[in-house]
């Protein structure tokens, strides 16, 4: 039996009826069974003596046909196995382009994850430049935060708020008097800012003098129901006060 895709099966029995039996009743025979790949070959091979008298000559006729069923058999065995050499370099090329599919397309997740990563690298160095902006911004200005709630009612209140917070700008707008709008972040630092760059409050100011300024900075109404504001300034010291109609 051999490997690959060919199996090959010899049997052969070699008879004698007696030392002293002629060549003619001599007999060599026996079965070559074949499995090419799904197909099976049976091959009946029968020898016989012949009128062959002289031993010599039969016993070399009976080796010549033995050799050549033992050449068959090698000759098989030899087709079976260049053909599974083939199939394992067919399976190799296959692996190969395989390989390369894996390797294109390892290559365009790394692409794509590069490109994410110099996106978020832009997005916070953007967001880092933002916030220095502001900070920036308020440094110009003898407040480093500042809160406002001003209540009309129901439902209809203003808030503004600019604080800082390790070293991060934070702003929140809730406006349900003017505009109507809820914002944060750089938007509402700029809608809050501008107004709080007019006021000149400082920690002398009277409680009234500062509700005067903050409602005409912020263009708000005096007819509000409760009043609260708190500023802190660049030293630390912080200035609140509360008020009601």
């Not at 067919?90 to 490109?115: K, P």
């Not at 409050?201 to 009043?227: G, H, M, P, R």
């Amino acid at each position: 039996m051999f490997n690959g895709n060919i199996v090959i099966q010899l049997f052969t029995i070699y008879m004698q009826e007696s030392d002293d039996a002629p060549c003619l009743d001599d007999r060599i025979w026996g079965w070559l069974i074949v499995k090419y790949r799904s197909i099976y070959v049976v091959c009946f091979i029968h020898s016989k003596g012949g009128n062959i008298n002289n031993r010599e000559e039969c016993e070399m006729k009976r080796s010549i046909q033995l050799l050549m069923v033992l050449l068959l058999t090698l000759f098989l065995a030899a087709c079976g196995n260049q053909d599974n050499t083939n199939n394992a370099s067919n399976g190799n090329d296959n692996t190969g382009e395989e390989d390369q599919v894996q390797g294109d397309a390892t290559t365009d997740t790394d692409d794509d994850n590069n490109a994410n990563d110099g996106a978020d690298d832009a997005a916070d160095n953007n967001q880092s430049s933002t916030n220095q902006d502001m900070i920036d911004q308020m440094n110009e200005l003898d407040y480093a935060e500042i809160e406002i709630e001003i209540d009309y009612g129901k439902d209809n209140e203003y808030e503004a708020e600019i604080e800082q917070d390790n070293g991060e700008i934070e702003a929140e707008l809730e406006d349900e008097v003017k505009d109507k709008i809820d914002i944060e972040g750089k938007e509402a630092f700029d809608n809050i800012y501008p107004n709080v760059k007019n006021l000149t409050i400082d920690q002398d100011t009277s409680k009234e003098d500062v509700i005067d300024q903050t409602l005409q900075a912020f263009d708000l109404d005096a007819d509000y129901q409760e009043f609260e504001i708190e500023i802190t300034f660049h030293d630390g010291t912080e200035l609140e006060f509360e008020d009601e109609n």
